[in-house]
């Protein structure tokens, strides 16, 4: 078995690409396109990169008040043009602070309101050519109390589900949205029996 690298040792870094200069591409609703001039430091060869320049998003797992059901969202997606079972979420908007937007977007998209909130791990979706993270949140002591607001290019429908069904969800792929299964390995022990909490309380 060979031994972990020394994260100390400048051999065991990549080495940064410098960047030549930028170009501006097409704009789009939701992302930017960007596309740069970098130099491999390899090899010294210049290429161009493209990097979708993407605002933050949130992800929110709200537990009940009795902590035994998730609440759910079910919606139709248009990149794999079916139905996919989600957490709530969505875009963060310009100079919105993550936990303010998380809180709207259970709101607007389920209408659940939540008591506490903690702020999970952030991740960064695909850092290959995204330049954006989503922010992740467990809401608990979640209670309907308003109605859906939705967008018009929403048609949202909410349930619930029990901590075991969504992570045999998860386990069979019922639940496959990427992002979603991140912010469930972040708060329940998948290794284990599903069901777990992973906060340490």
Known sequence: MSEPSDSTDPASTPRPWPRHGSRIGAEYRIFRSRFDDLENPRTGQRMERVVLETPDWVNVIALTKDSQEIVIVKQHRFGSGG?????????????????????????????YVATKWTALQAVAPNPAFLDNHCHHFLAEGAALDETQELDAGEDIVVTTMTQAEAIEAVHSGAISHALVVTAFAQVFDLRRNGIE????R
Do not use: F, H, Q, Y
Request: hydrophobic share 30%; net charge negative.
């Open 197 to 200: 909490r992973s906060l340490g």
């Open 83 to 111: 139905n996919t079972i989600e957490i709530p979420g969505g875009m963060i908007d310009p100079g919105e602070e993550p936990l303010v937007a998380a809180k709207r977007e259970l709101r607007e998209e389920t209408g």
